[in-house]
C-alpha cells in the first residue's frame, strides 16, 4: 500500500472491503457473477494483467486489486465509501 502512498488509515478500509467481498480467500468465486478472488474481479482474467497465476497466487490479486481501487477509487477509503454506498466496488 504504501507503493501507492497510502497511509496506514487506508488499510481498515481495505480490510473491511475485502472482508465484505472474499473473507481474504484467493479461491472466493461469486457463484452468481462469477466475480474471483480476494478482490472480486469481473471477470476473473482481467487479474492476468499482474501474473498468470491470477487464480492461485493471493499476492497477485492484491497486487491487481490495488491498482484497480487506485485508478477507479483514488484509494481504499474511496472504494469502501462506494461499496457501502451501493453494496459493490
Known sequence: ?????WG??????LDNL?????NWSHTAENPS???YGIPQSLPAD???????DYRTNP???IEWGLWYI???YGDP?????HSESVGWY
Do not use: L, N
Open 1 to 5: 500500500m504504501a507503493d501507492y502512498g
Open 8 to 13: 496506514d488509515e487506508q488499510f481498515q478500509c
Open 18 to 22: 475485502w472482508t465484505r467481498e472474499s
Open 33 to 35: 457473477s462469477g466475480a
Open 46 to 52: 482481467k487479474m492476468s494483467r499482474f501474473g498468470d
Open 59 to 61: 499476492v497477485t490479486q
Open 70 to 72: 487506485e485508478g477507479r
Open 77 to 81: 477509503c474511496g472504494a469502501w465509501a
